[in-house]
Each structure stands twice: as C-alpha cells, then as structure tokens.
C-alpha cells in the first residue's frame, strides 16, 4: 500500500494543483493565453503524457512546460525561463508511441467565466482541481472501493480512509458545491451534458468508482483503451439492468448456490472444494460466455482449480449431474488408468447456449492440484485451436483462467504465462483471468501471501485492466464481465475480473477455519449469503415475489434429486466421460499395433535436402550472412553426396511430415537458430529488418504449415504451452527444445503432472517431443545433464517383467507405457523417431536427450540409405564392426547409450581392441529393448558384459537399465558399471578433472 500511498498523496498535492496555473499562464492578458493555446495546440505527445496523473507525478507536466518553452520561450514563466535555459532539465526519453492528440488546455473551456473575458487565475486553478479530482477518481478510486463484503479491508490511505481525502486537499468548501464546471474529454460522468455542479461530479465519480466496482486501468499505456474503459463504466446508466436481466442473474445464482448445497447435504463428510461465498463466479462465467458468444466466440477454453470447479462442470458446461455425482460414489473404473479427484477433472462438451441461440462447445482443461500450473496448458490448447480453425484474431476460440487469489499472485508460472500472451506465436488473443478471491489461501490471509496491494497485481505488467467487484453485489459484477468479454472482443488482451468474496467454510469442506481466523468466521457466520441478499433486493424493488425465489429454487433441488437417483443406478465411472480433448476419429479403424513405415522414398530426401540448403528464391535481393552460406553450401554438399548430419536429418524428418499433411511447430529458447547454431530454420536478410525466409516452410506447395518460434525465456509456461497445443490435435508434430537439458526442471510440474502422468489420470494422449540436450562436454555443472535419470524413475515399464516376445513386441511396449525416453547416436535414428512420432497409432511423449558435440562430429552423419524406405528406427544398434562380425572372440560387451559411444570407439581404435570388444548402442531406453539386449548378449556368449556411461554413477540411465539388463538375461549373466563414481552435482566445473574422469571411464570401459 506504500506505494500507492505515495501517489495518492503526489498526485493529490497542494503544490501540484496550485501551480497549473502560474505554470500556464504568464500573465493572465487574453493574448499571452491565446499563444500558449496555441503552442500547446499543435503539440503531439505520446498517451502517457495525455494521462499526466497517470504516473502520478508532475514529470509531464514539466515535459509540457520544456516543449512550450522550446516554441516559445516568453510562454512560460520566468522562474520555468531560467530554469530551462540554465539546461537543468533533460527531456526523457519519449518510448511509448507517439499519438497526435490535443493538450487538456482544450477541456478548459471555463464554465463559469463570463464569454468573451480571459477567465481569472482562481477559475483556472479551480477548473484544474476538478480535473485532478477526476482524474484522482481514475487512478484511486478503487482504492476506497467497498470491494469486501465482509469489510474486513479498509482501504488504507493516510489520515482518514473516507472518500473525502480524494479531494480533501483541494480547497472547495460547501459553497463551491453547486458551481458549474466544465468536464474534460477525459471523462463520461456527464453523459450528455457538457458541464455539472461539482456536487453532482463527485457523486458520479464516487458512483463509479467508489462504489462495488474498483477499476485500476490508468496505468494502461493506450489513451485509447483508457478512454474505452472510462466510457463502459462512467456514461450514466451503464448498471440499469432490466427485470428480465435481474431475474436470469437470480435463477444462475439460486443454481449455483443450490449445487453446493445439495452437495453439502448429500456427501456432508466429502472434500468438494465448495464456491460457497463466491457462489456469482458461476453467473459470471455465464454472463462472460454470453457476451462472447453474441460476439462471435465459438469455443471457450477453461482453467480453473479446485475452488468451485464441479459447480462450473454442473452450471457452466452443463455437464450431466449424475456424471458429477457419480464421483462421489467411490465406483470401480470401468476403463484403464489411475484416474484422478473428481475437483480435477476435465470435460468437454458441445452444447446450444441457450440466451445467444448459438452452438458452443465448452472445455474445462483438466488438471493437477498443482495451482495454476494449467494456465499454460490451456493457453496452449487454445491456441492450437486457434490455429486449426484459421482463427488468426481469437475471434472464435477464447480461454478464461480462473484462480484463486493466493496462487495468483504466489505462483510464477502465472507471470511466465501472462508472458505469453502478446507473442506472435503464443498468444491467443486476449484471456479472460477471473480471480475467485475468497481473501484467503488455506489457512493464511492476505496479510502474510503477498507484498502487493492486490492479488492481482501482477496483471499490470501486460497492461491488463483489472475490474475489482464486491461478489456480493451481483449486478455490478455482471457489468464487469460484460466489459471485459467486450474489451476481449475489442482489443484482444488480457483483462482480469477479481471477485472480492469470501470462502465461508473452511478450506475444505471437512476444515475448520476458527482455528486461524476466527474474526474473519465470526463475521462470515453472521453474513447473510449473497442470493439471499440479491433475493431481498429484487423482492423489495418488486422485480420478484418471495414465492418466485423460492419455487426457482425448489425446482433445481428436484433436478438435482432426480440426477442423485440416476446416479446411484451406476456401476462404474467412465474416465472417458470427462476428456478434455476428444480426438474424434483418430483411433476409431485403426490397428493398435500397426506402425506405418517411417522411411521415404530418396527422391523426397533429396527434394527436401535441395530445398533446404537453398537461399530463398529472390536470393539475389536477400542478403544472407556470409557464415550461412557456407553452412548452406556445406548443406548442399551433403546432399550431393546423400548423407545427412543433424539438422539435415531433422529437416528430413520435418519437411517429410509437413509433405505429407502434418503440422510441424517446434518452439523454446532461440530455436529458430539453434543454441549451438546448428538448425538456421530461419534466414535473416542482412539488410532488411523482420525479413526472413523459412525454407521448411516452402518446401511443397501443398505441404502442412511449419512454425518454428524463438519462445520467451520462460520453461514452465512454454512447456506448458507446448503440451496443451499437443493435446488439441494428434496429426501433429509439436517439439519444445530447452536451452540445455538442465534448465528443463524449472518444468518440473508440467513434466511429472502432465506430460508423465497425462494419459494416466485423464485418459487423454500427447505425442509431445521434448529435445534435452545433454553429454558431458566439460561444460559444467548446468550446461551438462538433462538428468535422464529422473525421466526414466519415472517411465512405468516394470524391471521385472520381460514382455512376451512376439513381432509386435516393439510397439507394444510402446502402447503400454507413459512415454519414451531415448538418445539417439545418429541422425537417421533422430530422424527416424521423429517420425514415428506420428507413424503410431497412439500418441506418447518422446523425451529425447540430443547431441551438443554431435551436431558437427565428422561421423554422426548419416546416409540417405538409413533414412530411405525400407529403413526405420533403430531401438538398439548393434556393433558392425569386427566383433560384431565374429562375435564368438569379443571379449567384452560395452553397452552404451549417446555421445559417449563416439569417445569409446575412438578409444577403442586406439588401444587396437576393435576384434575385442563390441560396442553396442541403447538407442531407446524406455521402454527398455529387453527382446534386443537379450539377443546382443547371446550373440556374444562368453563375453563380459559392461554398461559404460559418462554420467555420474547415480545419475544417468544406470539405475533404470541395471535391473532390466538382469531381466533380459534371465538373472543367468550379470552387468557391471563403467563410469564416474556418484556425484551430487552433475558434472565437476573444472576441466582438467572432466578429462581426468573421461580417460578413467574410456580406460576402464575400453579395457580387457
Ligand atoms: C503449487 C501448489 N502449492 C501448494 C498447494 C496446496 N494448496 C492447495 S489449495 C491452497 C490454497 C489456495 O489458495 P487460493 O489460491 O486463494 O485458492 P482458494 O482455495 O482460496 O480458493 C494451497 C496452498 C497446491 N495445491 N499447489
Ligand atoms: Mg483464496
């Protein structure tokens, strides 16, 4: 509050007022004022300038001063004269764009002075001060807003807290009451008319905002959008519902309240994360997808935590009722998977919104209790929605976010989120944020959770507008969601709704909250609930009769009893009748365990490999950096020669996928190039800004869309943003790469809650890539391991169960499991994988570790041969060399898995030990290639049998291959480990000890 405290009490000051006038006027001749008028009059300056209270400070005023100096010298003060000619002042850096607009000075057009006469210093200075008193309104009157319906939170300004103080300063008096002042185009108040009595202006003002709505929006850096804002709220009139209005709110709130009671009285012991005290999120979610649908909206994206989340499934998506309380039933699972808490679920459903007559489909995003870790999930589906809809604008397809005020401002991922949001290819044009603020998180209120004044406060850094609203007062709380699905609609941005209620249970519904707030709950026990208070008010207006109220309520209590009958006749729960994303059509006539080819015919390679090594096709006019023509005549020279490195490799696999129809989007930190300046997926002419050419996106003139995207420098949201677009559509590619492997675990709760565990809760699928650079290059302690370990603890294949051994043991294994985990050697498996990505018949995520080094090593190449038809993906790669050719006198085994397997055949080459010792590459790790690793190890009879890895001893495949290696060999052999000791951190930051520990395990491994 300090903050806004002092810009109250700046922007409220004797001294800032006082001095408008002197500043302005020299002297107070007609024709002093006229050329000031006029200097000023053909000014342009940016909106910020225009809105000079909204930073609440004097410093545009003094910028207004210097440019009217500058013009003229005689029209400012003499005291302003010598101070800018003694060149005190420098002007600031004007960065916001420059709009042309007029200066106040034309608002003051002096209701009180007589025409024709220069109007006095006094009536300026009063003109002034009523304009700062409006403009004081805008910027704090949401400060003393009776936002709290349980006015617990006073609104802490200096002295008195009445809304007085807002002009207290400003030296009117009773008889000043009734004077006319002129309003300034900065303001709505007067409707029609052009001037009012102060009295009247301060009543408006304090109408709008002071009353059970609190605005914040100056800060916004559009004069435009400002004024859009001041218009909704201030123009008279704007909260006249009609009685039909009134009674759609009354019979929405008497719905929501009444789920949650039924809820209470039927499962009274059971945790259902109750709206009770926020009950009008529910009309408010109605009223926005109302407003947004008569607007065009066809699909509506929802993410929201457990706080009143099966209210929303039952009253907003009309989720069938007996579905809902069939989960409280504790039935078996009529399908596979975990499952999850009924207050995570997702649904999908398609439905005719009944007061726009329009059809909608409605999605709530399934989710973990991780708080808003689904923002960008959701962000992310929409997104994609967007996207297959040819929804450029976000004119069909809209998100809402629903949070709870404790983990809206506590969780990062929501700034990372709000991030996203004006990105060219993350945003989704505008999200809905509503702020179910219950002013408490748990056990802990407001006081101890954050160090903003309001939860929402983190909204501002997009120029989000937030509408505060007292949910007690359900007509005012109607009006902000119609305003912001109207600013969605119109500006396409993020606007926030923060609800101010109460929760009136404890956190959940078996807590007690006296425990730690026991004022706070004395209050709430005496507080009426806000249908019956909404109730009363239209039974005393005459809008309804008490027999009205109660027989709306009666009739829901009976629907809800005849679903609770329904309910019980249930056998099972169905996990499938709470999908998020259905893919209609994707399973339905397919073989479960039928994998199209991956290989292509050579021609497509060499078509994509010309492509892709070439300038664009104006290339005398697009000037390429000298560095990337060679990188693309080396590119072509591969070609040429029909073998592929790394990029080459994944260019094949992407232009061979958008060939035939399938969307590849591949997006994280500084993809475009690559981190090690391998891909150049984007060319930049050197002359000409934004001009760039994208060759994977002109390789066919039929061919699926290709984005690649440079993602803000976030891991979490992108991550997430990524999953959620995987989730809308299964004939796509989408690939998010980190940096380095390691800076993945800022993902952590995306990667353990969705991405591992998805399918498995929620019965839905992704085929989402995730490329992890990793090795131990010497590179240190962060820029070494995408910690595989941790991804394959996680993998659910069982150590101890060989699967049965049948031709379709590969797939199988692959249908069965959470995700894959692999590390390719070379580009025609990179390839390879990549495109059976999309050749399965399901979708499973694939965690790939990729190659740092690799990408420029002289042998990590392919030929074309490896990637054309007929060829396919390698889960193991055997040694070809000659132990492998005359297994029967290889000594030792060495298996492996990555870049290590270039340093160990080096090595062995070296020390001569080729006919010795066999080196054979785990190229899929999980699912473990248990039929593979039991036929290399019977190959090679009498041999010692080692698995050699660079990563330290705990980290690293180890753990997870050791007990499997056991099972492929029946227990009958046993494997030992080559490599660095245990660690706790992932690799020493000292180079001589990286090589110290690199010879120890390449002379250990490569040893007889
Ligand atoms: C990331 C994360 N941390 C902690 C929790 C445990 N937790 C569950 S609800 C809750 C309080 C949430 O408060 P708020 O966001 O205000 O929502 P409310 O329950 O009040 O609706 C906490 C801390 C969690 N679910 N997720
Ligand atoms: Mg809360």
Request: contains cysteine; proline residues 5%; negative net charge.
């Amino acid at each position: 509050m300090h903050r806004a405290h002092t810009a109250f009490s700046l922007a409220l000051s004797p001294m800032a007022h006082k001095n408008f006038a002197t500043w302005l006027l020299k002297s107070s001749s007609s024709q002093q004022m006229a050329k000031v008028t006029a200097a000023a009059a053909v000014r342009t300056y940016n909106s910020a300038a225009a809105e000079p209270f909204a930073n609440g400070s004097t410093a545009s005023y003094v910028e207004e001063m210097y440019n009217a100096w500058l013009r003229d010298p005689t029209s400012v003060h003499t005291s302003w004269d010598a101070y800018f000619r003694s060149n005190s002042y420098v002007s600031p850096p004007n960065l916001a764009p420059v709009q042309a607009n007029t200066l106040p000075l034309t608002a003051f057009n002096f209701g009180g002075a007589v025409a024709g006469a220069a109007p006095d210093s006094k009536t300026i200075d009063d003109h002034l001060a009523v304009q700062a008193i409006i403009r004081s309104y805008q910027i704090r009157g949401h400060n003393i807003a009776h936002l709290d319906p349980l006015e617990i939170n006073t609104p802490e300004l200096p002295g008195n807290s009445s809304t007085k103080s807002i002009y207290a300063n400003f030296s009117f008096g009773e008889q000043d009451m009734d004077r006319q002042f002129k309003l300034p185009s900065t303001t709505f108040i007067g409707g029609d008319e052009a001037s009012l009595p102060l009295k009247e202006i301060l009543n408006r003002l304090e109408n709008v905002y002071c009353n059970k709505i609190g605005v914040e929006f100056m800060f916004i850096n559009s004069l435009e959008q400002c004024n859009w804002i001041r218009k909704r709220f201030e123009t008279p009139g704007v909260l006249n519902f009609s009685p039909e209005e009134k009674r759609l709110i009354l019979a929405r709130l008497t719905r929501a309240t009444g789920f949650e009671a039924f809820l209470a009285k039927k499962y009274s012991s059971e945790k259902r994360f109750g709206l009770e005290g926020c009950e009008i999120m529910i009309p408010a979610l109605k009223e926005i997808i109302d407003v947004s649908t008569e607007l065009g909206v066809e699909s509506v994206i929802m993410g929201m935590p457990h706080r009143g989340r099966l209210n929303t499934l039952a009253n907003v998506c009309r989720k069938p009722l007996n579905q809902i309380f069939t989960q409280f039933a504790g039935l078996e699972a009529a399908d596979d998977g975990s499952g999850d808490v009924k207050y995570h679920l997702g649904t999908y459903i398609e439905r005719l919104n009944r007061v726009t007559n329009k059809n909608i489909r409605l999605a709530v995003v399934a989710n973990p209790s991780h708080l808003e870790a689904v923002d960008p999930v959701v962000q992310g589906k929409t997104r994609a929605e967007q996207f297959y809809r040819g929804d450029q604008e976000g004119k069909k397809v809209m998100s809402i976010l629903i949070h709870g005020d404790a983990a809206f401002c506590g969780q990062g991922v929501v700034y990372e989120t709000m991030h996203l949001s004006d990105l060219p290819d993350y945003t989704t044009h505008g999200t809905i944020h509503v702020v179910a603020n219950n002013q408490i998180g748990f056990t802990t209120d407001p006081r101890f959770s954050r160090s903003s004044p309001y939860c929402t406060d983190v909204a501002r850094v997009v120029n989000a507008p937030i509408f505060h609203v007292n949910a007690d007062d359900p007509e005012a709380v109607m009006h902000v969601c119609k305003v912001a699905a109207e600013w969605r609609a119109t500006f396409h941005k993020d606007c926030v709704i923060d609800l101010v209620g109460y929760r009136r249970n404890g956190h959940n519904e078996i807590d007690e909250p006296m425990f730690t707030q026991p004022l706070m709950y004395q209050k709430i026990r005496k507080h009426k609930n806000c249908l019956d208070l909404y109730a009363d008010k239209l039974i005393a207006e005459g809008t309804v009769t008490g027999e009205e109220v109660k027989s709306v309520a009666a009739k829901y209590e009976n629907i809800c009893e005849e679903a609770f009958a329904l309910a019980k006749t249930e056998t099972h729960v169905k996990y499938k009748d709470w999908l998020d994303s259905p893919w209609s059509g994707f399973f339905e006539g397919k073989d479960p365990l039928k994998v199209a080819p991956t290989g292509v015919k050579e021609e497509t390679l060499i078509h994509i490999g010309n492509r892709f090594s070439s300038p664009p096709p104006n290339a005398a006019e697009f000037v390429i950096h000298k560095g990337l023509l060679r990188v693309l005549a080396a590119r072509k020279a591969m070609v040429d020669e029909k073998v592929a490195d790394w990029a080459l490799g994944e260019a094949m696999a992407f232009g061979s996928l958008l060939k035939e129809g399938i969307h590849v989007r591949l997006s994280g930190q500084d993809v475009e190039r690559g981190t090690f300046s391998h891909r150049h997926h984007v060319l930049h002419h050197q002359l000409v800004d934004k001009a760039t050419y994208n060759s994977l996106q002109h390789m066919y003139p039929d061919q699926a869309p290709y984005s690649v995207s440079n993602s803000s420098l976030s891991e979490y949201a992108v991550l997430g943003f990524e999953h959620g677009y995987s989730m809308t559509n299964p004939n796509a590619l989408v690939l998010w790469e980190a940096q380095f492997g390691d800076f993945s675990n800022t993902a952590q709760s995306i990667i353990d809650q969705f991405i591992s565990s998805g399918q498995s809760k929620w019965v839905r699928q992704s085929g989402l890539v995730m490329l992890l650079p990793h090795g131990m290059e010497g590179m240190g302690p962060e820029h070494s391991s995408c910690r595989v370990e941790r991804f394959l603890q996680m993998s659910s294949d069982d150590p101890d169960y060989f699967p049965p051994e049948s031709d379709e043991f590969g797939v199988r294994q692959l249908h069965d499991i959470n995700w894959i985990v692999a590390n390719c050697t070379t580009p025609a498996n990179y390839y390879h994988i990549l495109r059976r990505q999309i050749a399965l018949p399901f979708r499973k995520p694939l965690i790939l570790c990729t190659p740092k080094s690799l990408l420029r090593h002289p042998e990590a190449k392919s030929p074309f041969s490896e990637m054309s038809e007929g060829s396919e993906f390698q889960r193991i790669i055997p040694d070809n060399g000659p132990a492998g050719q005359n297994a029967s006198n290889v000594k030792k085994v060495v298996f492996c898995s990555g870049r290590v397997y270039y340093d160990l055949t080096k090595t062995r080459k070296e020390k001569q030990l080729e006919s010795d010792i066999a080196i054979v590459r785990v190229e899929q790790i999980s699912p473990f290639p248990f039929d593979l690793v039991k036929e290399q190890a019977n190959l090679y009879k009498n041999a010692e049998l080692v698995w050699a890895q660079e990563e330290h001893k705990n980290q690293g495949s180890w753990t997870y291959v050791q007990p499997r290696f056991l099972t492929a060999l029946n227990h009958s052999r046993d494997v030992s480990y080559v490599g660095r000791a245990c660690g706790a951190s992932t690799a020493t930051g000292s180079k001589a000890q990286h090589i110290r520990e690199l010879n120890a395990l390449l002379n250990d491994a490569i040893s007889t």
